[in-house]
């Protein structure tokens, strides 16, 4: 019988929580799910709700903790004289890297294992099957769980904070994207030409490959001085149509930045 206590309810508990059951069922696993969580959420067919934090964790084999990052070392203390000194304490926050190795050093303190969890797609249409990396001294055994319910883990090292950092560093140009997308489609929106860009950015996308995404850093060294007063305009074209411009005002700090101290190393094709 394998005991996980979840910590936090919340969609990615759930939805993982409820994958986890329905493929033990489905293989004949013994498995067990205990949930904690303070608020007032729904509690998940087949996951045994608890009323403190310690009787979610008493004789588990490992713990989940679902928490965001504000809350991950909060969540990690709760009932941390409670998780046996056998269990894997997995933390899936999306943290910083010191923020995981603080949390490892705490765990080590207690005498359990940790792990960093780094989800690398939306868990909702995902689940189970949501590919994560880890990272610490818990990495590899909890990658023969999850990989024998059939998550697509790869296990980056045995010290907290790696697979942390990775997504992160990741993050800065899928979440940046996003909001370089959202301000350009505002101001195409004042403008009325919200169609033709946007099909245009749809036909930029499409035919992206390595080749012209690595063109785009090293072109920007080339023709920094020339695309630093692209986006200057850039910015006043924002301002004149009523968006105020802050994806594109770093854009044009970081092509200053560009053309003073040149670009970051970048690996060759």
Known sequence: MI????????????LIGLDLLSVS??????????????????????????TTPEEAVENADYVFSFTGSVDATTALNQAISSVPTTAIYADFASASAGLKRQLHSTA??????????????????????????????????????????GMPVQVVSDKAGD??????????????????????????????????????????????????LQRLVTGTGIHAERRYHEMVASAEQLI?????????????????????????DVPSI
């Open 25 to 50: 069922k489905a293989n004949g696993k013994e498995l067990q799910l205990f949930g904690y969580d303070p608020a007032e959420v729904a509690t998940p067919d087949g996951v045994v709700r608890t």
């Open 163 to 212: 697979a942390a950092e990775r997504k992160l560093l990741r993050s800065v140009v899928i979440k940046g994207l996003s909001g370089l997308l959202i301000e350009a489609m505002e101001g195409a929106n004042k403008a009325g030409c919200e169609a033709w860009l946007w099909q245009n950015l749809v036909d930029q996308f499409a035919v992206m490959d390595k080749n012209m």
């Open 240 to 264: 004149e149509l009523g968006v105020e411009p802050l994806m594109t005002q770093s854009t044009v700090a970081n092509l200053d930045k560009v053309k003073r101290e040149g670009l970051p």
């Open 3 to 14: 005991h996980i206590a979840i910590f936090g309810l919340g969609e990615a508990g759930t």
């Open 108 to 149: 080590s303190g207690a005498g359990f294992k940790f792990c960093d969890v780094a989800l690398m797609a939306m868990v909702p249409g995902n689940g189970i099957k949501t590919p994560a990396m880890l990272s610490g001294n818990g990495a590899s055994e909890l990658s023969e769980l999850l990989g024998g319910f």
